[in-house]
Structures are given as structure tokens and as C-alpha cells.
């Protein structure tokens, strides 16, 4: 497994931003549609060694913008956006983009990001892209089982998921059990810490996370075989994301080699 870090976990000039990151001993990172659009930006994200794992398509949606809207314009703006970001982050080598559910549970809601998201994973396939959906509580995919059985019941074969340990947290699922369910269609993981109720993205081990539990995910992650990245997602809020995201890392690191 990789070991990564949400580049939007620090604020401030992109440079420095880089820089810490390297500096922090990370080499892969996870960046928004916007980040390294401009060839410098990328020819130092290159020289310090950083590479790309996943890019999250849904950042900076155009306002009013939605997969599973009911305005078929405002639907086929939030499909460009996110092809975009696949081609972009197709150009910057990454192999995985990732969505977040829409609002609307209804049939209706659920068939229209349906097709939103069928035509985005074929159009990703063709750039040898994999799209995974992320399990969002709040959203009409609220839950890590519930979403995966969502994505097989599509049935195509360039969706998968996208597992978050906060949100597992917020829904009470067992780690352990939804890894093993996922198999192989886990594409993409992120690590962060709660209180259980809030979408807080703390450090590990700060909130209601256990080394138990962390050890279980890591072991779980191993027993399929995972070998994508694990991504440590942490808020840019926290009093200080440098001493957050070094203490995490810390952290992932003997427990994933423990």
C-alpha cells in the first residue's frame, strides 16, 4: 500500500504547501480539479518527487450544479466538470477520481445520477481512469454497504468504492466487514478521526478511533490484497495540520507495519 496525503489538508501558497508535504515524507498526494494546472506548479510537484493518486472530481462543482439534478442543464454542467477533472487528472498520471453521492434519494433522483455516473465511468475507462464513489452520511448514499451495493447493482465494471474511515465512524458500520464486502472493488482509502457524529476530519487516534479498530481496517486491508493508497484526509482547520498530519502518518505507518 501507498501512503498518501489530501493536499487540502494545508492551506496557503501552493509551493509551501508541496513542500511540506515533501517534506513530511509523503510522494503521493490527493489534489482538488483546480491544483496543478499551471506547468510550473507540476514541474515542482515532479522535482520534489510528489506523484498523483486521486483527484476528487466533485470539488469546485458550478454553483447549482449537480449529478443527479432535476434540470438537465445544470446536470450536464456537473457531468463537464467532472470529465474535466478526469482528463486532468488522467494527464497528471493518477488512476483514480472519486464523486460523492448526490442529495436526492428518490428513484427518480437516484436513476438521473445513475446515468451521470455510468456515463462518467465509461468515459474515465477510455482514459484508463478508475471513478469510485465515496459513501457520504447525509447524502443519499449514506452508508459504506449501502453505497456498494448501489454501485455492483450497476454493474459496471469501472465503478468502485471509495472507503472513508470518518464516515464508516458516523454510521456505526464495522471496517472489517465492509473492506471484506468490497474486495476488489475497492479502489481508493481515506483515513481520518471523529467524534463519531461530525464530519471533522481530526487526526487518528484523537477522536473515537481505536488502535484496535485501525489495526483491524489495516488488517482487512491486507487480507484482499488492497494495493492502492491510503490517504490521510485531515481539515486544514485543525490548530495545527503539519503536527496532525506528522502524528497520523506516525501512526498509519506502525500500525500498517506492525
Known amino acids: 500500500m501507498k501512503l498518501a496525503c489530501c493536499a487540502w489538508a494545508l492551506t496557503g501558497a501552493h509551493d509551501n504547501t508541496l513542500r511540506q508535504i515533501q517534506d513530511l515524507g509523503f510522494r503521493w498526494i490527493d489534489l482538488q480539479p483546480g491544483d496543478l494546472r499551471r506547468e510550473r506548479q507540476r514541474q515542482m510537484a515532479a522535482e520534489l518527487g510528489l506523484r498523483v493518486s486521486c483527484l476528487g472530481a466533485s470539488f469546485g462543482m458550478p454553483a447549482g450544479a449537480s449529478l443527479d439534478h432535476a434540470d438537465s442543464r445544470l446536470r450536464s454542467e456537473a457531468l463537464a466538470h467532472v470529465r474535466d477533472a ?29 446515468d451521470s455516473l455510468l456515463e462518467l465511468a465509461a468515459f474515465a475507462s477510455t482514459l484508463g481512469i478508475r471513478v469510485a ?113 506528522a502524528r497520523s502518518r506516525d501512526i498509519l505507518l506502525r500500525t500498517m507495519h506492525a
Open 133 to 245: 464513489l465515496e459513501h457520504f452520511p447525509g447524502t443519499a448514499l449514506h452508508s459504506a454497504q449501502g453505497t456498494l451495493d448501489y454501485i455492483k447493482g450497476l454493474g459496471h465494471p469501472n465503478l468502485y468504492l471509495l472507503y472513508d474511515s470518518g464516515h464508516i465512524q458516523m454510521t456505526g458500520e464495522d471496517p472489517a466487514r465492509v473492506i471484506h464486502a468490497a474486495g476488489e472493488r475497492l479502489a481508493y482509502v481515506h483515513f481520518d478521526d471523529n467524534d463519531g457524529a461530525g464530519d471533522l476530519h481530526w487526526a487518528l487516534l484523537d477522536g473515537v478511533m481505536t488502535k484496535e479498530t485501525l489495526g483491524e481496517t489495516c488488517r482487512a486491508l491486507e487480507a484482499i490484497a488492497y494495493e492502492g493508497a491510503v490517504s490521510l484526509e485531515l481539515s486544514p482547520m485543525l490548530p495545527n495540520p503539519i503536527d496532525a498530519l
Open 86 to 114: 478526469t482528463g486532468h487528472a488522467a494527464a497528471l498520471g493518477a488512476e483514480t477520481v472519486y464523486v460523492i453521492p448526490g442529495q436526492d434519494a428518490s428513484p427518480d433522483g437516484l436513476s438521473r445520477y445513475s
